[in-house]
């Protein structure tokens, strides 16, 4: 099975800095799909970003990139310029492409506090 | 923008009750999931369905859990005699198909008194 590790369960960075949270998984399958999803207090799952394995070219979305490292199986996320709207729970997440329902597996999450 | 919508928002019952969470998925989404996060901890799969079936489901999804799609809008999960820890976030999320990552609705809590 599956696993994702989130090492960091807290994390703290100045407005307009930059913070890298890690992320690394276990699996046997060559082809899958990894996110981050963002956790504010309001609890609700918001899509950061996604990379498909398959690809090599890392995943960016304005401020927001990663750092997908396949051999190693790591799936870092850095935060440009980061804003006081960014605090939140950050959570990484894989999904198999192969047979069945496809569900996503979480890691434990890292809390990421701004500070003004 | 579509989006997942989850009622009630926040719901507290007795223990031993039954309970429905309800969820309408964006319109032309083939693939519902639940998912529930307990207090602090992270979030836990627990049933997915497919072409009105269960396409897999977790230990945590036993007997006392069920789904249901009665309509083609709405995707319910049923627990049918609660306990204490089911006391958790409920989220509900849909996919559209095998490429496309999955939106979450805004949640339920539950707790269980």
């Known amino acids: 099975a599956q696993t994702v590790t989130q090492s960091q369960p807290e994390m703290s960075v100045q407005e307009a800095e930059t913070v890298t949270l890690s992320c690394t998984y276990d699996?046997?399958?060559?082809?899958?799909?990894l996110f981050w999803y963002k956790q504010p207090p309001s609890r609700q799952m918001i899509l950061v970003i996604r990379q498909e394995a398959y690809k090599q070219q890392n995943a960016t979305e304005n401020r927001f990139s990663v750092n997908f490292q396949k051999a190693a199986k790591s799936f870092s996320l850095k935060i440009s310029d980061s804003q006081l709207g960014d605090a939140a729970m950050y959570f990484c997440a894989y999904r198999s492409t192969q047979g069945g329902s496809e569900k996503l597996v979480f890691g434990k999450g890292t809390k990421l506090t701004v500070n003004p | 923008e579509p989006e997942v919508t989850q009622t009630p928002s926040h719901q507290v019952t007795q223990m031993g009750q039954e309970v429905i969470l309800r969820c309408v998925p964006i319109s032309n989404h083939l693939y519902f999931y639940w998912y529930r996060q307990i207090l602090g901890q992270k979030v836990e799969f627990l049933v997915s369905?497919?072409?009105?079936?269960?396409?897999?489901k977790s230990e945590i999804f036993d007997d006392q859990f069920s789904v249901e799609r009665p309509d083609g809008s709405n995707f319910t999960l049923k627990i049918r005699s609660t306990k204490l820890e089911d006391s958790a976030m409920y989220f509900c999320a849909s996919r559209e198909d095998r490429d496309t990552e999955a939106f979450f609705g805004q949640g339920t809590r539950l707790t269980v008194v």
């Open positions: 699996t046997s399958e060559s082809d899958y799909y």
């Open positions: 369905f497919y072409n009105n079936e269960i396409s897999e």
